[in-house]
């Protein structure tokens, strides 16, 4: 199937990625590649985790030999569940419009 | 790898630098990884919260700008003598060969340009702080006013001591120098101006040191292109142009010299200006304690 391009925000993989459970950066990248097929550049990862941070829905663990661990919060998995039901809606939507065009 | 973390604002390093660290050394660094870094690294200097956990000391930030601003009032004008030294009489000489090689003459017009603009917005930003130093002053009734006046009096005496100088440009330089720098560098020792006013000054420095850098540049083509031409021919053209150079291979070392002198001044006011820019931690720390 040829690749159409990656359609994912980088906050909603690292998301889904610690909803499995806490994980630090290079394992968040290999899991988010293997789900999502999505490389994430570090850059990318930490300007994401930035943000994800500040609005309190992933929070840092004690570190373990530099690496950092991070973890989803509630309200990071309320945030993860509203996202994911707007896009099952548009998934919806859009596959019964495909089949009707 | 490490240099492109230390692009990223101090208070960015501070949270997360050991374990981006931590990350790069398991992950395979491509060009793909070395652009998202530049890039990780330019949104972070804009975004505000690292920007505010990152304000470096109102003092030590003022002391910087005024050392940048001071090099470079002090580089400007040895950058000019040596500019002199070398160029002086050869346009003469070279008229008529440069006539047949246009782009020599485009590419000083170019750099030319480039530190007029350069110098031009100095003035004008040294006038608008002048402005804002006189206007402080007549509110509080204070000797402050002497500050921007006296150099701009010093500017005036500059002008009519050049105004002698043929050229037209060498008229309008000691104005810019006397009268853009001098209030800024005052202004920040003295912390009457808000440190977050002089971010509007950096732009013009940075065109300032461009066009010195753009004078090298010019000097270093043009030094080479003489270089390249017959010893003989440029004799006989210095003497049918009535310029006499310096005997043999002197005037190659009048060439060199004034070169490297101007490539020593050009990039000490890039180096200062670096720091500036930069925010080099070192220099931060050393003002702090200075101050």
């Keep these: 199937m040829p690749n159409s391009g990656r359609y994912s925000d980088p906050g909603l993989l690292i998301l889904s990625s610690l909803a499995a459970g806490p994980k630090h950066g290079y394992a968040m990248m290999e899991d988010i590649l293997v789900f999502s097929d999505t490389r994430l550049e570090p850059g990318t990862l930490y300007g994401a985790i930035t943000r994800l941070e500040r609005r309190g829905w992933i929070e840092p663990l004690p570190s373990e030999e530099r690496r950092r661990p991070y973890r989803i919060t509630g309200e990071g998995l309320r945030a993860l569940q509203e996202q994911l039901q707007t896009m099952r809606q548009i998934l919806t939507v859009g596959l019964s419009r495909l089949a009707e065009a | ?291």
């Design chain 2, 1 to 291: 790898m490490k240099w492109i973390l230390e692009l990223y604002p101090l208070a960015w390093r501070r949270r997360y630098r050991e374990e981006m660290l931590a990350l790069l050394e398991q992950h395979h660094v491509t060009w793909r990884t070395v652009v998202d870094l530049l890039l990780g690294a330019l949104v972070a200097r804009f975004d505000s919260h690292f920007k505010a956990e990152s304000e470096p000391d109102p003092t030590a930030r003022a002391l910087r700008v005024r050392r940048a601003y001071g090099t470079i009032f002090l580089a400007f004008p040895l950058l000019v003598m040596g500019h002199l030294l070398v160029l002086d009489g050869l346009d003469d000489v070279f008229y008529h060969w440069n006539r047949e090689h246009s782009i020599l003459w485009k590419f000083k017009a170019v750099s030319g340009a480039i530190t007029a603009v350069g110098f031009g917005a100095l003035f004008m930003t040294g006038l608008w702080l002048a402005f804002i130093l006189a206007k402080q002053a007549a509110q509080a009734r204070g000797t402050s006013l002497v500050l921007p006046l006296g150099s701009l009096v010093v500017a005036m005496v500059l002008y009519g001591v050049h105004a002698r100088v043929p050229s037209a440009i060498s008229r309008l330089f000691p104005l810019f120098i006397a009268a853009s720098p001098l209030p800024l560098a005052f202004a920040v020792s003295r912390r009457v101006i808000p440190p977050r006013l002089l971010c509007y000054a950096l732009a013009p420095a940075a065109l300032a040191v461009l066009g010195m850098a753009a004078q090298v540049s010019f000097v270093a083509v043009w030094g080479f292109a003489i270089w390249g031409v017959s010893p003989e021919a440029v004799q006989r053209m210095a003497n049918e142009a009535n310029r006499p150079l310096l005997p043999g291979s002197l005037w190659h070392l009048q060439l060199s010299g004034g070169l490297l002198w101007m490539a020593l001044m050009t990039g000490t006011a890039a180096w200062r200006f670096g720091h500036v820019l930069m925010g080099f931690r070192r220099d931060t720390t050393r003002e702090a304690e200075a101050s």
